[in-house]
């Protein structure tokens, strides 16, 4: 069972296959941004992990609603409207600009006609995707043993999500920057942030970081900085003395390049208790960046959620 909860995935084995669904997964979340009325810190944008892949969740068309919903286990990019019609794309070896076309067709069969900005975000070097006729690759399957380390760290990070009374985001993926996460807030505001994230606007980014956050979440990796599945934990603003912090477990390091910590999805899935493993990297990091940071902790904070019980007031 734990095998196939916490799969192996070498960067370096799909990282091809990793760059296809990115976009892929860049036009579907597109449709979503457009049709969507803005949401604070971009929640508006994201997808969610469900029991067979990820989803967009019902988006709002005329008087109803359509949803569209990758299926990592049949391979198939299912659409569905609130009329009762269904569409779907299988998922096979095509390229961005294939897909791109594949979608909006199956999107026009079902009555709806949806204009995205068709520049990929957040990737260096990318083209528009009806121009990119190069990325191609899908390996059925990397993408569902992808799939399923997502399911496994998305329950995690949900039960990690209970500990918090404060303003907390869904766990949720983010297809600009590939990876999945969640998001404390301190309830104070935070410095203006920089931007400079490629492709990204700095007035999205400076909406996002608006206030103080402890964030932590999983990423498959690439870009040549952490090319390994990696968890992570940051806060902005970063504390004075963050880098310092002694968190758990002993494999967590801070990476100085990225300004956060990091946890090697290798040490998770080989650990006798992976989410044991995980959740202590969670909540170690959090405290560092709550105390370092001083949230008022007592009022933000409750014991961890457990089935059938509510919490004591």
């Given at each position: ?204 980014t400076r909406e996002a970081y608006s206030h103080e956050v402890s964030s932590a979440g999983f990423w498959p990796g690439g870009g040549g900085v952490i090319d390994e599945p990696t968890y992570y934990s940051y806060a902005y603003p970063t504390p004075a003395g963050f880098a310092e912090a002694k968190v758990k477990p002993a494999a967590a390091s801070f990476n100085t390049t990225l300004g956060e910590f990091v946890l090697p999805y290798d040490a998770v899935r ?44």
């Open positions: 069972m734990k095998a196939n909860a916490w799969p192996a995935l070498p960067y370096g084995e799909w990282k091809d296959t990793a760059l296809t669904l990115q976009l892929w997964m860049q036009i579907v979340g597109k449709i979503r941004l457009a049709q969507t009325p803005w949401l604070n810190h971009s929640w508006h944008v994201p997808l969610y992990v469900t029991s067979r892949g990820l989803t967009t969740s019902p988006i709002a068309w005329q008087d109803g609603a359509f949803e569209i919903d990758f299926d990592f286990i049949d391979h198939v990019l299912w659409l569905r409207s609130s009329s009762g019609a269904v569409r779907r794309v299988n998922l096979n070896p095509m390229t961005v600009a294939a897909f791109h076309d594949a979608v909006m067709a199956e999107l026009k069969q079902l009555g709806i006609t949806v204009t995205i900005d068709g520049m990929p975000n957040e990737i260096v070097g990318a083209v528009p995707f009806v121009q990119d006729h190069v990325h191609q690759d899908y390996d059925r399957d990397a993408a569902h043993q992808f799939w399923r380390i997502l399911l496994s760290s998305h329950l995690v990070l949900s039960h990690f999500r209970t500990a918090f009374l404060g303003k907390a985001s869904p766990v949720h993926f983010f297809w600009g920057s590939f990876d999945l996460a969640v998001t404390r807030f301190s309830g104070r505001k935070a410095p203006l942030h920089p931007g400079g994230v490629p492709h990204l606007a700095d007035n999205v080989t650990a006798p208790d992976p989410a044991g493993m995980l959740m202590d990297f969670l909540q170690s990091t959090y405290q560092a960046a709550a105390d370092l940071g001083k949230w008022d902790r007592s009022a933000l904070e409750c014991q961890l959620g457990v089935e059938r019980r509510p919490r004591q007031v």
